[in-house]
């Protein structure tokens, strides 16, 4: 097996990431027999909202991934955070529905977003929209993948005409306009808008401050092996499985491109 398909402990990386994406085809399947339909739903205390499908999807996820794997960790947004995961070396980081907003409104963009993270950073993901069909799959060192084509980054390197995505209080801010960037639509999962960036189908994907693990943890590996980097607005590269899996205000990007959008957008996104 080559050495890219093994981490340092032997860990087959390939076969985790083939788990990872027969479950969110799976529980994509699942979400889909609710989708449209009236559903019990109700909010959190950070006034998102949840449904019935969120956690009739987490509890499969949650059986299907720990059952093929009992020794790693579990973090998802919609069960109660177990600290064991602490001191799990490898973790299962999972948002059932990611952007449940556009899942409860009809739209097509939600997203099922799975990844394994070791020693703090994801190592296998993948990011299943299933009303478009759209598998993105990505391991450590093997490259990211769109429906089994391989993606990279836009070769983008100027923030004129640089297309961006995020919050409409980002996108539609004057001083972002002002720079050159060019709006484009809002999309309502968070790990959706970063994976666009990863297929270079938009040039800069924000977030402001407040994304959780789950949110972020396959998108970023599916970024950076696309050839990009996610970072907060110093620069630094994020990190999972704390015992606090909140994140500050973040930019998505192509190497290239990351410097000159965190000097237009620090001020503004935090």
């Given at each position: 097996m080559p050495e890219a398909d093994q981490d340092a402990d032997g860990c087959d990386l390939v076969a985790d990431l083939q788990l990872l994406e027969t479950a969110?085809?799976?529980?994509?399947?699942?979400?889909?027999?609710?989708?449209?339909?009236?559903?019990?739903?109700w909010f959190k205390g950070n006034k998102s909202p949840v449904s019935e499908a969120d956690i009739a999807v987490d509890r499969f996820l949650a059986d299907r991934l720990l059952t093929?794997?009992?020794?790693?960790?579990w973090l998802s947004e919609e069960t109660a955070d177990d600290r064991a995961r602490l001191e799990c070396r490898r973790v299962f980081i999972v948002d059932p529905i990611d952007g449940t907003r556009a899942?409860?409104?009809?739209?097509?963009?939600w997203t099922i977003s799975i990844a394994v993270v070791e020693d703090g950073r994801p190592v296998t993901g993948a990011v299943f929209c299933p009303r478009?069909?759209?598998?993105?799959?990505?391991?450590?060192?093997?490259?990211?993948?769109?429906?089994?084509?391989?993606?990279?980054?836009?070769?983008?390197?100027?923030?004129?005409?640089?297309?961006l995505t995020g919050p409409h209080s980002i996108i539609s801010n004057t001083?972002?306009?002002?720079?050159?960037?060019?709006?484009?639509?809002?999309?309502?999962?968070?790990?959706?808008?970063?994976?666009?960036?990863?297929a270079g189908r938009i040039d800069v994907g924000t977030a402001r401050g407040g994304p959780s693990d789950w949110d972020?943890?396959?998108?970023?590996?599916?970024v950076n092996e696309a050839g990009g980097r996610i970072t907060d607005v110093s620069g630094r590269d994020l990190?999972?499985?704390?015992?606090?899996?909140?994140?500050?205000?973040?930019i998505a990007a192509s190497t290239g491109?990351?410097?000159?959008?965190?000097?237009?957008?620090?001020d503004i996104i935090r």
């Open positions: 969110a085809r799976q529980a994509g399947e699942l979400a889909l027999g609710y989708f449209g339909q009236g559903l019990e739903t093929a794997r009992p020794d790693y960790g899942f409860l409104a009809g739209g097509d963009e478009r069909n759209e598998m993105f799959t990505a391991r450590a060192g093997g490259g990211a993948f769109l429906n089994e084509a391989g993606i990279r980054v836009s070769g983008r390197t100027s923030v004129s005409g640089a297309t001083d972002v306009l002002a720079a050159g960037f060019q709006k484009t639509e809002i999309l309502r999962s968070l790990a959706y808008r970063l994976v666009m960036v990863a972020l943890a396959a998108a970023d590996l599916l990190t999972y499985n704390r015992s606090r899996t909140g994140h500050p205000a973040l491109l990351i410097g000159p959008v965190r000097a237009v957008l620090e």
